[in-house]
């Protein structure tokens, strides 16, 4: 069963364009919800957060937008940059301050020059 | 300022042996998290640890795993009698647990090969 879905495995965007990545979750349990990135041999980091509260949040280059009527949330790099290119995990946890969370299967994304 | 220590990067181990994971937290955070991660999967939660008391360990197989988070020193993740499906990367994260964020911080992992 699985509560997170990202449904693109994998994503090419030129530089200095928009990567848009979309991320459905299907548990409305959950009201926090977290991106990380992901280079090959290293652990996720965390970059940009929104609590179910909120529609928006934006730090630099990356904004996540939720969608809680339609359980979908997406995140937005602009302008995208070579050293973007990773594997973006969309992940939610539920009500706390300190729970578990739940992963998406991932995207590739390929910032190309 | 160090972040989530977990050693080794690399464990080969034989079937039927036991693999040890060590992950020492983010200074100043005490709780801890175990994930799973198989090839070309997203992660999967184990367990969740505080000091001396397993909190969650709802993802965590009931035979041949266990985790342990003592008072003194790091939390361990321990598999007996390794079978070759419990070949994957095993992340640890950390979090201060205080804050109305959840947000966990991440080892660089245990990458596990079972011959």
């Known amino acids: 069963d699985q509560q997170v879905k990202q449904n693109s495995p994998s994503l090419s965007v030129q530089e200095g364009r928009i990567s848009i990545l979309n991320c459905d979750y299907t548990n409305s349990m959950f009201d926090y919800f977290l991106w990380y990135k992901k280079y090959p041999a290293e652990g996720p980091t965390f970059l940009i957060s929104i609590s179910s509260i909120k529609d928006k949040n934006e730090d630099g280059r990356f904004t996540v937008f939720l969608n809680k009527s339609a359980k979908h949330l997406s995140l937005h790099i602009v302008p995208s940059q070579p050293g973007d290119s990773a594997v973006y995990f969309c992940?939610?946890?539920?009500?706390?301050?300190?729970?578990?969370?739940?992963f998406g299967t991932g995207t590739r994304l390929q910032v190309t020059l | 300022n160090a972040g989530v220590m977990q050693n080794p990067r690399h464990l080969v181990r034989r079937r039927g042996q036991e693999a040890r994971l060590r992950c020492s937290p983010m200074k100043g955070h005490s709780h801890v998290y175990w994930y799973r991660q198989l090839p070309e999967e997203g992660l999967k939660f184990m367990v969740y640890?505080?000091?001396?008391?397993?909190?969650?360990e709802s993802g965590m197989p009931k035979e041949r795993f266990s985790a342990e988070f003592p008072k003194e020193g790091p939390s361990i993740l321990r598999i007996q009698q390794v079978v070759r499906g419990d070949s994957a990367a095993y992340f640890c994260a950390s979090s201060p647990g205080t804050e109305a964020k959840n947000i966990q911080y991440f080892g660089a992992g245990t990458r596990l090969s079972v011959l």
């Open positions: 640890l505080q000091k001396e008391n397993i909190i969650d």
């Open positions: 992940a939610a946890s539920g009500t706390g301050t300190a729970s578990k969370l739940t």
